[in-house]
Structure formats: structure tokens, C-alpha cells
């Protein structure tokens, strides 16, 4: 079993659609958690930390349930221009402070 | 927007040649990463460094090698490269949390 695993999708999602995505991680020893956007043959981007009590950025929420162990992502309103695959990365104290990425979620929004 | 560089940007080497890939940045974070991705595929962690005289080897670093003499500075160096070794090589730097990476380097060994 993979420490950090999402569904790779495609999420095919009609714009203005709202979309969400878990991940869920092994290690309850986990202490930080993100969540990159990476386009096509680029590099991953910083989207947003996810906090113990969820956090918002605008159209973005991420939501954090570690009894379950896993993160959420929400995009409300999507826009075409969020299409991209969605990558789930955890910091865990037990691998010296590494970031476990996940294989990550292909996001489609379709006009 | 993160000042971290990579070069070059491309680059196709015929098998057995050594090359260095550049990374450097700006910003003065004492972590930085070196990654591998293939196309859709996940990161790969190779080598990573808490700062000046500090490298450790990740899941991958078996046939490369890094340096750290300089804080903003992080080259890549294979040894003789081969067609296993063709992929994007991401570089990466950090400070408290999150990670900022340069634009990579897209590697073909023919």
C-alpha cells in the first residue's frame, strides 16, 4: 500500500461544476499536508496548505479529518483554466521530515 | 513568484556521457531537492540537502551525485548517462513549509 494515494482520475467536470477529491495517507505520524497544482509537462505549484481546522482560498477548501487520515480538496465555481492534475503531498516526522507525494488527480473541466 | 533556475531547460546526450544539471535560487532556503518525473507519472526524490556541506540521498540517488558547496547553488551530476536515465529532472527549494520548484530540466539519453 502506497504511503499517499489519490485516485488518478480523470475527473471530467463541466465548467462551473463544484469538484472534490480526497487523499488519504498512511502514516498517522504525519504532521504538515498540501496540496500542488501541476499542468501539463510543467512543474508543480504550491496551491494551498491544509490546516487542522480546513482552510479557504477563495474557490479553493481544503479540509484535513485525521481520524479518517485523509485531505480533501474543494474547487467551487471550476474554470476551464483549472484543469490540471492535483498533487497531495504530507510531511512525515517519521521520514526525517520528507514530503510524500502522491501520484496525483487529473482534473478535466469541460466547456 | 519563486527565483529558482534551472538549466539547461533541454537537453539530449548521447549513453555514457557525464553531465551536470544547474540549479540555483535566490531566495536564500537552506533546503533544497532534486526530483525525477516521468509523464504522468509521480516524484521521485533523489538527492536533498538542509543546507551548505549537507546532502542525503533519496529513492533514486544510486547513480548521481550532488554537492552543496554554496547555499544557492544545488548542480546534479550522472556520472555516464544512459537511456533509463531520460526523464524530467525537477529542482526544488524550501524554507518552513511548502515546496517552490524551478521550470526542470527535460533529460534524453540516446
Known amino acids: 500500500r502506497k504511503e499517499v494515494e489519490q485516485d488518478p482520475g480523470p475527473f471530467n467536470v463541466p465548467e462551473g461544476a463544484t469538484v472534490a477529491f480526497n487523499c488519504t495517507y498512511s502514516n498517522s505520524a504525519s504532521q504538515s499536508f498540501f496540496w500542488y497544482r501541476q499542468d501539463c509537462r510543467k512543474e508543480p505549484k504550491l496551491l494551498m496548505s491544509v490546516y487542522s481546522s480546513g482552510n479557504e482560498d477563495g474557490r479553493f477548501t481544503a479540509q484535513l479529518n485525521r481520524a479518517s487520515q485523509y485531505i480533501s480538496l474543494l474547487i467551487r465555481d471550476s474554470k476551464l483554466s483549472d484543469s490540471a492534475t492535483y498533487l497531495c503531498v504530507v510531511n512525515t516526522l517519521d521520514s526525517n521530515y520528507q514530503l510524500i507525494w502522491g501520484a496525483g488527480t487529473k482534473l478535466i473541466i469541460k466547456p | 513568484e519563486a527565483d529558482i533556475y534551472q538549466t539547461p531547460r533541454y537537453l539530449v546526450i548521447g549513453t555514457g556521457k557525464k553531465i551536470t544539471l544547474e540549479c540555483s535560487q535566490t531566495?536564500?532556503?537552506?533546503?533544497m531537492y532534486w526530483y525525477q518525473q516521468d509523464p504522468g507519472m509521480e516524484l521521485h526524490l533523489i538527492h536533498y540537502?538542509?543546507?551548505?556541506?549537507?546532502?542525503e540521498k533519496g529513492d533514486l540517488s544510486s547513480e548521481s551525485t550532488v554537492s552543496r558547496i554554496r547555499t544557492e547553488h544545488f548542480p546534479l551530476t550522472l556520472e555516464s548517462a544512459r537511456p533509463s536515465h531520460t526523464s524530467q529532472y525537477l529542482c526544488?527549494?524550501?524554507?518552513?513549509?511548502?515546496?517552490?520548484f524551478g521550470p526542470g530540466t527535460r533529460l534524453t539519453v540516446t
Open positions: 526544488a527549494s524550501s524554507e518552513f513549509q511548502g515546496l517552490y
Open positions: 531566495m536564500g532556503h537552506d533546503k
Open positions: 540537502s538542509y543546507g551548505v556541506n549537507s546532502t
